[in-house]
């Protein structure tokens, strides 16, 4: 599965990087967040080899999703994020993702995070994560195992670049975490995955293809996503009363596997 995911990721960042390159207008969705003709190719193109290879799963991608195109989802299925990062990507900063992820049983078992504009890709599956170096012509020239750290005294937390909150500053402040970095998208899983930080709390709304590929990432490398009741993150959630389907309720990452049992 991960091989189909990382030919996708690949072929679509390869699109993604000649718009980039070329600058596009950007529209807005009706959720009033932008919108290029980077999203919408990058997804058809992860879309249409995921339909070829897995024809019976389901997937669940956000330009899709937006356009009112929804599936009945099992207990199995993809999310799709074809572009993380929308507004970095539009601002010329490189830290936007291709995010593919795999959903069993509400839980991410398989996920690549790929950053084309920063030649670097994290893959993860059944508790081994991978970073993957990749070249300019998109191939991948480099393999290397990676896992998260021990969770140490002084923690370094990140926080999202262009939502944060005053949560995150209250929650930062209670577990006396002083050092803080702001990057976007899906990113930061995966820093985390890397053992670069510690802890990503995030308390304003993200969508479940916006974490998954990540999350599944992290978990991979022993770390952990959490609800602020201590429990895992699910995916897979339709009909909430409170909120959208598949949208995420405020959570926090941990890069260690015992923190599931923390309370934020």
């Known amino acids: 599965m991960l091989e189909t995911f990382e030919r996708a990721a690949l072929e679509a960042g390869k699109a993604i990087m000649q718009v980039y390159r070329e600058g596009c207008p950007s529209a807005r969705k009706a959720d009033n967040s932008p919108v290029t003709i980077a999203d919408e190719r990058a ?6 080899q995921l339909e070829a290879a897995f024809p019976n799963t389901p997937i669940i991608a956000e330009e899709s999703v937006a356009a009112g195109n929804v599936p009945v989802i099992g207990a199995s299925f993809f999310l799709v994020d074809p572009l993380d990062g929308t507004r970095e990507f539009i601002d010329k900063r490189p830290e936007f993702t291709v995010n593919i992820a795999y959903i069993s049983d509400g839980r991410p078992l398989a996920g690549i995070v790929y950053a084309p504009a920063l030649g670097v890709a994290f893959a993860g599956e059944n508790d081994k ?17 990676i896992q998260v750290r021990p969770q140490p ?12 909150s005053p ?7 209670a577990n006396a975490i002083s050092q803080c970095t702001n990057i976007g998208s899906s990113l930061k899983f995966c820093m985390l995955a890397e053992g670069l930080a510690d802890v990503y709390p995030r308390f304003t709304r993200t969508m479940e293809w916006d974490t998954a590929a990540g999350d599944a990432v992290l978990r991979a490398a022993g770390g952990s996503t959490v ?6 993150l699910t995916y897979g959630k339709t009909s909430q009363a409170h909120d959208s389907d598949f949208a ?6 941990w890069g260690s596997a015992r923190s599931v049992l923390e309370r934020a």
Not at 167 to 173: G, I, P, S
Not at 227 to 232: Q, V
Not at 248 to 253: E, K, R, V
């Open 43 to 48: 997804e058809r193109i992860i879309i249409a």
């Open 129 to 145: 994560a991978e970073k993957l170096l990749v070249d300019d012509h998109f191939q991948v020239t480099q393999r290397t195992a």
């Open 227 to 232: 609800t602020l009741d201590g429990l895992p």
């Open 153 to 164: 005294a002084d923690r370094t937390a990140l926080a999202s670049r262009s939502h944060n």
């Open 248 to 253: 995420n309720p405020n959570f926090i990452s």
């Open 167 to 173: 949560q995150t500053d209250v929650f930062l402040a």
